[in-house]
Antibody, heavy 119, light 107 residues
Framework: QVQLVESGGGLVKPGGSLRLSCATSGFAFSDYYMSWIRQAPGKGLEWLSYINDSSDTIYYADSVKGRVTISRDNAKNSLFLQMNSLRAEDTAVYYC????????????WGQGTLVTVSS | DIQMTQSPSSLSASVGDRVTITCRATQSISSYLNWYQQKPGKAPKLLIYVASGLQSGVPSRFSGSGSGTDFTLTISSLQPEDFATYYCQQSYSPPLTFGGGTQVEIK
């Protein structure tokens, strides 16, 4: 079955950096677009970024553009999110999700990893 | 960017009730509208795709309709396991925006 497992979250100081990973299994990772979505405590869902199967099409939300970089390693079936210049408002659960590319919908999600930005 | 507005933001209903949630886009998105269910502490789950397609494994009491700018999610007979928060998401163009969510609570 499809599995997505995020890791790399934790406590980081404002201005710091963090790299999130998403290990996947149960599907042909290299055939799928992938995405990151976050959810601040008690708030709604916020899409952050997506990357196509060959890494040559990438989109970012304005809220994180210039501070985050999405990437993937198809040989390792893994997705990454490098986050820099972190702010308190970046505190959230970060989900990776598989993206069905024609419809641009999220058909499978990981369980999420919590990022807390605090001094 | 396309903004998505859901209403109501919360509702109270009883088991067996018919529940309708609406989602409105700031511009036409054709039928590129998806619905997700999220339970506390869990990841969202896809319910409805492209306005009215029922995701595999989702009970038939869930249905979606609409096109253009106005969409609805209907639960025909609310069950105890349906108490959750529901989100719409437009997939017409990036950024892929979500509605603010509708929390369905037990009356």
């Amino acid at each position: 079955q499809v599995q997505l497992v995020e890791s790399g979250g934790g406590l980081v100081k404002p201005g710091g950096s963090l790299r999130l990973s998403c290990a996947t299994s149960g599907f042909a990772f290299s055939d799928y677009y992938m995405s990151w979505i976050r959810q601040a405590p008690g708030k709604g869902l916020e899409w952050l970024s997506y990357i196509n199967d060959s890494s040559d099409t990438i989109y970012y939300a304005d809220s994180v553009k210039g501070r985050v970089t999405i990437s993937r390693d198809n040989a390792k079936n893994s997705l990454f999110l490098q986050m820099n210049s972190l702010r308190a408002e970046d505190t959230a659960v970060y989900y990776c999700a598989r993206l069905k590319f024609r419809e641009l919908l999220f058909d499978n999600w990981g369980q999420g990893t919590l990022v807390t930005v605090s001094s | 960017d396309i903004q998505m507005t859901q209403s109501p933001s919360s509702l109270s209903a009883s088991v067996g009730d018919r529940v309708t949630i609406t989602c409105r886009a700031t511009q036409s998105i054709s039928s590129y509208l998806n619905w997700y269910q999220q339970k506390p502490g869990k990841a969202p789950k896809l319910l409805i795709y492209v306005a009215s397609g029922l995701q595999s494994g989702v009970p038939s009491r869930f249905s979606g309709s609409g096109s253009g700018t106005d969409f609805t999610l209907t639960i025909s007979s609310l069950q105890p396991e349906d108490f959750a928060t529901y989100y719409c998401q437009q997939s017409y163009s990036p950024p892929l925006t979500f509605g603010g969510g509708t929390q369905v609570e037990i009356k």
